[in-house]
């Protein structure tokens, strides 16, 4: 009886184990864009929305839109989207035709750091 308890308990510790691992581990990937990673939009967009798999700190996370030159042509006023704090969002001014560079540094409220970039092209 008394091994059986202690083998219980053993096994509840591993099995919630891994359940704690990735809290800790978190990172903020880019999940979602809009305009989508890699695609080709007739309707110039007049804002780029980033969606992350986890809540980000908005004090150190960026997003900004380059162009073919690499000028930014976004209009500086990246926020976090009030309905989802895993959601980061710039205006933009008027964009061409032409492909766009979205250059992203997120930073998780765990202060996890991910970054990476992404085109999309706005058709002639």
Known sequence: MHRSFVYAGLGALIAAGPA????ALAHAYLSR???AVGS???TPPTEIDCSFTEDLEPSFSTLEV?????????SGNMHISPRDAKEMII?????????????????????HHTQGTFTFTVAQ
Not at 91 to 111: C, E, I, N, Q, R
């Open 91 to 111: 205006g933009v001014g008027h964009l061409g035709p032409g492909t766009y560079k979205v250059v992203w540094h997120a930073v998780s409220v765990d202060t």
């Open 20 to 23: 704690c691992v990735p809290a």
């Open 40 to 42: 080709t939009v007739s």
């Open 66 to 74: 380059q162009d073919a030159s690499g000028k930014r042509v976004d």
């Open 33 to 35: 864009a809009v305009p």
